[in-house]
């Protein structure tokens, strides 16, 4: 049986439907009602059937709607059609006759439209035989995106027999259906067989998995599929075989600059001639941009980058380092980083709350007190260093707590001593004042529980309404999250089958399937100052 689906539609067609566009009299009544089929040939559940034309007999006058995408005729055939308009009426021609005793749905989706308003003839389906039986096998399920646990809506789903060497990747599929909004599939009328099944985000509309922008499941083992009820759940993942890339090297006095084409998870750098030794290093928020520093042990040099990506796809770089040329200079002088308060203000901070101040250029720290804090040009507070005032390893980030003080009025400034805190190297930089407003402090919450199971080996997760991973432990009987910033929030569990401590997603191959994630079914509303418990059991 031909396999590979082929659909031509005459050119004439596209002139035929873009004249045929017709408005509504002037003042009269809007069409609000969908093409209704009144009489097909064949009849659906129609048996030995002979006929090339498919005829669709409508309550109106119809035209296609993109008819070559939206039409599913299965099992796929290369057998090519022309289609005819008659007002009302919708012919499909095929140039050759169909395969012998052969069960045949067509599925038009969103294919035929009412020429008036462009009403969608939705649910519009056909069944036939080119033998004496209907095949009356059938296979239902839903599909769902693994991490989330949310309804892959609309995904193509794809069934192949397990007796042909057809490939999701490079041939379309034998069977196939498309999730509704909730997720949910069915094939009805399939021929009893073992397939291998898939879904799909079909992000370009050609029912094959060729980009990794595309969503896909599968089953580690074929399918089964008969007369008898069955469903399937199908969890999406996105596969990631791409390497992280060094796109562009930039050198300055202060720093190197390593810049990659994507979000990096984990980075080191060490001297090709100690790799012991690991270079100072920062990761910017996105993870694209790294910023190496020397120190007394080296000032430049061959050294070996290794960037890892969400997938752990691994890049390894041999560089040649040198410090030279001028400051970065990608902030002046110093600034506040954002830091997820929740306020959508960078510059509004709680009592209490951690606050990150990113200078120019790594600095030494020369005084007991580089931070003062003043009220209406009032110093209300100064804090020491190191037991109040923390300097990161590379020396380009000052931190400390927003300390709490009499009569908090609503703005405050955060003033950086110029004078104690001084370049590692070059001139020194003009620090401006940070002025800031000081938030209600709002408080944070703890989420703790017992943990059931029989399983050995997992990761409890606590992530957020976006499901960014805030905090996880492993092999634990209970948990215990502390420090939690009101919101909401899941507990997903990660079933770590090989105990690596981390999950292992999808198989490029499409042979092993995804570690299994276990999404408590309840929302978590975590508030300031509350101690929450929640067991769970998987």
């Not at 009849?43 to 498919?54: A, D, F, G, W, Y």
């Not at 030279?324 to 954002?338: D, M, N, T, W, Y």
């Not at 804090?383 to 009569?407: G, H």
Request: net charge negative; with cysteine.
């Amino acid at each position: 049986m031909k396999l590979v689906n082929s659909i031509f539609i005459a050119a004439s067609l596209s002139a035929l439907a873009s004249c045929a566009s017709i408005n509504n009299p002037e003042g009269g009544p809007k069409d609000e009602d969908a093409p209704e089929l009144l009489n097909s040939n064949p009849k659906p559940q129609e048996l030995n059937v002979s006929t090339r034309t498919i005829t669709l007999d409508f309550n109106e006058e119809v035209q296609p709607n993109n008819l070559q995408k939206e039409l599913l005729i299965t099992p796929f055939t290369e057998n090519k059609y022309q289609v005819r308009m008659s007002k009302t009426r919708l012919e499909l021609v095929f140039e050759e006759p169909f395969e012998e005793n052969t069960t045949y749905t067509f599925n038009f989706r969103k294919g035929i439209q009412d020429i008036t308003e462009k009403n969608i003839a939705e649910g519009l389906g056909l069944t036939f035989s080119t033998g004496s039986f209907i095949d009356s096998s059938r296979v239902s399920g839903q599909v769902v995106r693994l991490l989330t646990q949310e309804p892959e809506k609309e995904a193509v789903v794809a069934l192949y027999p397990t007796n042909d060497t057809l490939s999701i990747r490079k041939s379309r599929p034998y069977y196939q259906t498309q999730a509704d909004a909730n997720g949910e599939f069915a094939f009805e009328n399939i021929k009893d067989d073992e397939y291998r099944i898939y879904a799909l985000t079909d992000k370009n509309n050609n029912s094959l998995y060729d980009n990794e922008e595309e969503w896909i499941a599968y089953k580690a083992e074929p399918i089964q599929v008969t007369s008898k009820e069955q469903d399937v759940v199908l969890y999406t993942v996105r596969i990631d075989t791409k390497r992280p890339l060094l796109q562009r090297r930039e050198r300055y006095t202060d720093r190197f600059v390593a810049n990659y084409n994507e979000g990096l998870e984990r980075f080191t750098a060490t001297p090709a001639d100690s790799p012991k030794d690991t270079l100072i290093h920062k990761i910017s928020p996105d993870g694209k941009i790294v910023d190496i520093f020397g120190d007394n042990r080296f000032a430049g040099g061959r050294a070996i980058l290794t960037a890892l990506d969400s997938a752990a796809n691994r890049t390894v770089d041999t560089v040649q380092i040198a410090f030279e040329g001028k400051r970065a200079q990608r902030v002046s002088g110093a600034r506040l980083v954002p830091n997820g308060n929740g306020t959508g203000n960078a510059n509004t901070i709680a009592e209490g709350q951690l606050v990150t101040i990113e200078l120019e250029t790594p600095v030494k720290i020369q005084t007991k007190e580089p931070v003062r804090l003043l009220a209406d040009s009032t110093e209300v507070a100064r804090l020491s260093y190191p037991d109040q005032v923390k300097l990161d390893r590379s020396a380009t980030e000052i931190t400390f707590t927003m300390p709490r003080w009499k009569n908090a009025t609503r703005e405050a400034t955060i003033v950086l001593d110029s004078a104690g805190i001084v370049p590692v190297q070059g001139d020194q930089f003009s620090k401006p004042a940070i002025q800031v407003t000081i938030a209600e402090a709002r408080g944070a919450g703890s989420l703790r529980g017992a943990v059931k199971t029989e399983q050995k080996n997992y990761i409890v997760q606590l992530v957020d309404d976006q499901y960014k991973v805030r905090d996880q432990v492993r092999n634990t009987r209970t948990y215990n999250f502390r420090n939690i910033t009101p919101g909401t929030y899941f507990i997903r569990v990660i079933l770590d089958a090989n105990n690596n401590g981390k999950w292992d997603g999808g198989d490029p191959e499409l042979v092993k399937e995804p570690e299994q994630v276990y999404l408590h079914d309840k929302a978590l509303e975590i508030r300031a100052n509350w101690d929450m418990e929640e067991n769970i059991s998987f």
